[in-house]
């Protein structure tokens, strides 16, 4: 046998695959128990230093997508492929000995659940490289462009229903999307947390939620501007770009916990109070907490924080192989059932002796 | 409605204790009417247990499968059931001895954990709940048999010194097609807990795949029986490397479902 034949044997081989399989059960076990997608600095922190080198150097900070990763992915696609191309014609010869359609149909238990997982491999790796993703988040009344899908987004009204025990029933944003290559009206839907929208071949998810609050800036006792800014989010001053006013966080039931540092004793708006930072020119000037009503002067320059209200932010994707891939999983299962369920007489007969 | 439950979880655990003391009488004593009676008990600490599952249901207002609880009584409740199918299937009674431990385990770690009913989070709040965690614990409760009949299997020939066991224990063939059989509804109902699982996944958190512990973890059990079924069928690697992978495929899914959520949170961990 040439070296060649011999590798070619081997990589179409049973013995390949579970080889295979073992490591990718090995891999997956490391990427379950590195955290995932972290910074150097954050790795330092939780490991050493020189733990924290290996994990940058063996990508086991974003394992699933690493290069040996893709790898044993595409020899295990491979094996497959050659596996099930290799047992076709042997497959099709006993399948025309059998006598009933449940016979005939019990040689391809293997070949189906085969075809299935690369179905499954394939519709995954297409779609994490062909996805689009994106995200929007305002307070009603607000609109937004999303990323470059040519849609802009108005947010008409977001809901928090709350149980009796304040415990949290469902988020449900209304969303108005518009097109802007076509001058139809745009199109309204309602998304919620396990109720997704579909507009414009896009799929809008109900993500998260967060405070958000009204920050007006005077000059000189004259209104300069005024918006509506999500905690996490930042306010330029618009007459002097280099003095950035950010959002922190905001607390609606604000208590000063020694020890700990500013918390909210509950979600109920009873002591509303914001944490702030000043920047300018990217260094930061200061950050303190602004109480309801309470002016935050800066030179000329006075910051009001008002109206807290929740904002929505909705998640927008496009994976158009996301079917592709559940039909592999549905042909796993198609194929699992005729493996396990649909034998051919001499396996039963096999079954039955012992 | 809950504190009917609660009394009935006790009476649960005590026949199944009581029937795991019954069976290793049986095979200490080597008397059959003990078998008899530890599966009559065992089938008993059944029935209540299922009306415990239904009580706890209606107290709570909704699927009694979404805390660790919840998650846990069930998983005890689909090892039972299923060792009692395999049992009754294959007249095999000495594995009573065998997985009545491992119920009563799992269900005194049940017992271990908070039964405070909790509100669902909107993320739970889905059809899909019931698909994805019912048919987990049917794949859990198979793996759980198929785990036994693998020891079986190892302690076969050690248990030959022990004439009553070597008569009552089927030949290692007849294991290795019975744990087979338990692996095969295992393997077919985790994955479709895994496809089901996605599908949910896709609605709440808009991605079918996270690669979150719990999604690895599952991934990971599934390649372990994927590689028994492919050893199984290898000439030379079938019995002894495939029971073995049985033992590890099953602790795969302790790990799964307690060690992931005890050592490594992510977005599964509802606690």
């Given at each position: 046998?040439?070296?060649?034949k011999?590798f070619?044997?081997?990589?179409s081989?049973?013995?390949?695959?579970?080889?295979?399989?073992?490591?990718?059960?090995?891999?997956?076990?490391?990427?379950?128990?590195?955290?995932?997608?972290?910074?150097?600095?954050?790795?330092?922190?939780?490991?050493?230093?020189?733990?924290?080198a290996?994990?940058?150097?063996?990508?086991?900070d974003?394992?699933?997508?690493s290069?040996?990763f893709?790898?044993i992915?595409?020899?295990?696609?491979l094996?497959?492929l050659?596996?099930?191309v290799?047992r076709?014609?042997?497959i099709?010869?006993?399948?025309r000995?059998?006598?009933s359609?449940r016979?005939?149909?019990?040689?391809?238990?293997?070949?189906?659940?085969?075809?299935?997982?690369?179905l499954?491999?394939?519709?995954?790796?297409l779609?994490?490289?062909?996805?689009?993703?994106?995200a929007?988040?305002?307070?009603?009344?607000?609109?937004?462009?999303?990323?470059d899908?040519?849609?802009?987004?108005?947010?008409?009204?977001?809901?928090?229903?709350l149980?009796?025990?304040?415990?949290?029933?469902?988020?449900?944003?209304?969303i108005?999307?518009?097109?802007?290559?076509?001058s139809?009206e745009?199109r309204?839907?309602?998304?919620?947390?396990?109720?997704?929208a579909d507009?414009?071949?896009?799929?809008?998810y109900?993500n998260s939620?967060g405070?958000?609050a009204?920050?007006?800036?005077?000059?000189d006792?004259?209104?300069?501007?005024?918006?509506?800014?999500?905690?996490?989010?930042?306010?330029?001053?618009?007459d002097?770009?280099?003095l950035v006013?950010?959002?922190?966080?905001?607390?609606?039931?604000?208590?000063?916990v020694p020890?700990?540092g500013?918390?909210?004793?509950?979600?109920?708006?009873?002591?509303p109070?914001?944490?702030?930072?000043?920047?300018?020119?990217g260094?930061?000037?200061g950050?303190?907490v602004?109480?309801?009503?309470?002016?935050?002067?800066?030179?000329?320059?006075?910051?009001?924080f008002?109206?807290?209200q929740?904002y929505?932010?909705?998640?927008?994707?496009k994976d158009?192989?996301?079917?592709?891939?559940?039909?592999g999983?549905?042909?796993?299962?198609?194929?699992?059932?005729?493996?396990?369920?649909?034998k051919p007489?001499?396996?039963?007969?096999?079954?039955?002796?012992? | 409605?809950?504190?009917v439950?609660?009394?009935?979880?006790?009476?649960v655990m005590?026949?199944?204790?009581?029937s795991m003391v019954?069976?290793?009488?049986?095979?200490?004593?080597?008397?059959?009417?003990f078998?008899k009676i530890?599966?009559?008990?065992?089938?008993?600490?059944f029935?209540?247990?299922?009306?415990?599952?239904?009580c706890r249901g209606?107290?709570?207002?909704?699927?009694p499968?979404?805390?660790?609880?919840?998650?846990?009584?069930?998983?005890a409740?689909g090892?039972?059931?299923?060792?009692m199918?395999?049992?009754?299937r294959f007249?095999?009674?000495?594995?009573?001895?065998?997985?009545?431990?491992?119920?009563?385990?799992?269900?005194?770690?049940?017992?271990m954990?908070?039964?405070?009913?909790?509100?669902l989070?909107?993320?739970?709040?889905?059809?899909?709940?019931?698909f994805?965690?019912?048919?987990?614990?049917?794949?859990?409760g198979?793996f759980g048999v198929?785990?036994?009949?693998?020891i079986?299997?190892?302690?076969?020939?050690?248990?030959r010194?022990?004439g009553?066991?070597?008569?009552?224990?089927p030949?290692?063939?007849k294991?290795?097609?019975?744990?087979?059989?338990?692996?095969a509804?295992?393997?077919?109902?985790?994955?479709?807990?895994?496809?089901?699982?996605?599908?949910?996944?896709?609605?709440a958190?808009?991605?079918?795949?996270?690669?979150?512990?719990?999604?690895?973890w599952s991934?990971?059990?599934?390649?372990?029986?994927a590689?028994?079924?492919h050893?199984?069928?290898?000439?030379?690697?079938?019995?002894?490397?495939?029971?073995?992978?049985?033992?590890?495929?099953f602790?795969?899914?302790?790990?799964t479902?307690?060690?992931?959520?005890?050592?490594?949170?992510?977005?599964?961990?509802?606690?």
């Amino acid at each position: 046998m040439t070296v060649r034949k011999g590798f070619f044997k081997f990589i179409s081989s049973m013995k390949f695959a579970v080889i295979l399989l073992g490591v990718l059960a090995a891999v997956c076990c490391i990427g379950s128990f590195v955290t995932q997608n972290q910074t150097y600095a954050w790795y330092t922190a939780r490991y050493s230093e020189r733990t924290a080198a290996l994990i940058l150097a063996l990508h086991l900070d974003d394992v699933f997508h690493s290069w040996y990763f893709i790898l044993i992915s595409g020899f295990l696609c491979l094996n497959l492929l050659l596996c099930n191309v290799l047992r076709l014609p042997a497959i099709i010869r006993k399948t025309r000995g059998g006598t009933s359609f449940r016979e005939r149909l019990g040689y391809w238990g293997a070949w189906i659940t085969h075809v299935g997982v690369l179905l499954l491999i394939l519709g995954y790796s297409l779609g994490q490289i062909t996805y689009k993703e994106y995200a929007a988040y305002g307070v009603p009344g607000q609109s937004m462009a999303i990323g470059d899908t040519g849609l802009v987004m108005t947010i008409d009204d977001f809901r928090i229903d709350l149980r009796q025990d304040d415990t949290v029933e469902q988020y449900t944003s209304e969303i108005t999307v518009y097109d802007l290559a076509s001058s139809s009206e745009g199109r309204k839907a309602k998304v919620s947390v396990n109720n997704p929208a579909d507009l414009y071949g896009y799929r809008f998810y109900q993500n998260s939620t967060g405070w958000a609050a009204d920050v007006s800036i005077q000059k000189d006792g004259t209104d300069l501007q005024k918006d509506t800014v999500c905690a996490g989010d930042y306010l330029v001053v618009a007459d002097k770009p280099d003095l950035v006013v950010y959002f922190n966080a905001f607390y609606p039931d604000y208590v000063m916990v020694p020890g700990k540092g500013p918390s909210s004793l509950s979600g109920n708006i009873n002591n509303p109070a914001y944490l702030y930072s000043v920047y300018f020119r990217g260094q930061i000037l200061g950050m303190n907490v602004l109480m309801q009503d309470e002016v935050l002067t800066i030179d000329e320059y006075s910051v009001r924080f008002s109206n807290p209200q929740s904002y929505t932010l909705i998640q927008i994707k496009k994976d158009s192989f996301t079917r592709f891939a559940l039909i592999g999983g549905l042909v796993i299962l198609v194929g699992l059932i005729v493996s396990f369920y649909v034998k051919p007489p001499k396996r039963k007969e096999e079954d039955a002796s012992s | 409605m809950l504190q009917v439950e609660n009394t009935l979880f006790t009476i649960v655990m005590i026949s199944y204790f009581a029937s795991m003391v019954l069976y290793f009488i049986y095979i200490a004593a080597k008397k059959e009417i003990f078998s008899k009676i530890a599966f009559a008990l065992q089938a008993f600490g059944f029935v209540l247990h299922t009306v415990a599952i239904v009580c706890r249901g209606i107290g709570a207002g909704r699927l009694p499968l979404t805390n660790q609880y919840e998650f846990a009584t069930s998983f005890a409740w689909g090892l039972c059931l299923l060792g009692m199918i395999f049992i009754l299937r294959f007249k095999f009674y000495v594995m009573g001895a065998f997985i009545s431990p491992v119920v009563f385990l799992m269900i005194g770690y049940a017992a271990m954990q908070s039964k405070e009913v909790r509100e669902l989070m909107p993320a739970l709040r889905s059809g899909w709940l019931g698909f994805h965690v019912s048919t987990a614990i049917i794949a859990y409760g198979a793996f759980g048999v198929s785990f036994v009949l693998g020891i079986i299997f190892l302690l076969r020939d050690k248990l030959r010194e022990h004439g009553f066991l070597d008569q009552h224990i089927p030949d290692k063939q007849k294991l290795d097609l019975i744990e087979y059989r338990s692996v095969a509804l295992g393997m077919l109902f985790l994955s479709f807990t895994i496809i089901t699982g996605a599908i949910w996944a896709e609605r709440a958190w808009g991605s079918y795949w996270s690669w979150d512990p719990k999604e690895t973890w599952s991934l990971v059990t599934w390649i372990i029986y994927a590689i028994y079924l492919h050893l199984r069928i290898r000439r030379g690697y079938k019995g002894k490397s495939a029971a073995i992978f049985a033992v590890i495929g099953f602790i795969c899914v302790l790990f799964t479902y307690i060690g992931v959520n005890t050592f490594i949170p992510g977005i599964h961990s509802y606690k």
